[in-house]
C-alpha cells in the first residue's frame, strides 16, 4: 500500500480544482457566445424587410401629378405616397 505524503495530495487536489474550474469557464464562455449569435441573429433575422429590400411602392397616376422640383420637401413627397398606399390598402380591405 502506497503512502501519498500530504504536499503531493494537496497539489493534486489543486490540479483537479484549476482543470474544472477551467473548464467551467471555458464551457460557459463557449455556450455564452453560442447564445450571443443566436440572439444576434434572431434579432436582426428582418432587418433586410426594413431596409427597402423586400418593399415594393407602386405608382400611379396620381402620383404623375405631383411636380418634383429639386427645391421640394423629399419627407412631403414621402408622406403624400405613403398616404395613397394606405389609401389603396384601405379600399383593398374593405372589398
Known amino acids: 500500500m502506497k503512502i501519498i505524503r500530504y504536499d503531493i495530495f ?3 487536489l489543486k490540479m483537479k480544482i484549476f482543470l474544472l474550474i477551467s473548464l467551467s469557464i471555458l464551457a460557459i464562455f463557449l455556450l455564452g457566445r453560442q447564445a450571443f449569435y443566436s440572439a ?3 434579432l436582426f433575422r428582418d432587418l433586410e ?3 427597402g429590400k423586400d418593399i415594393n411602392i ?3 397616376k396620381a ?3 405631383i411636380n418634383l422640383n ?3 420637401n423629399y419627407l412631403k413627397i414621402i408622406a403624400d405616397e405613403s398616404k ?3 389609401e389603396e390598402q384601405e379600399l383593398r380591405d374593405e372589398e
Open 10 to 12: 494537496r497539489k493534486i
Open 40 to 42: 444576434k441573429r434572431n
Open 49 to 51: 424587410s426594413w431596409s
Open 58 to 60: 407602386k405608382h400611379n
Open 63 to 65: 402620383l404623375e401629378n
Open 70 to 72: 429639386k427645391n421640394e
Open 84 to 86: 395613397i398606399y394606405l
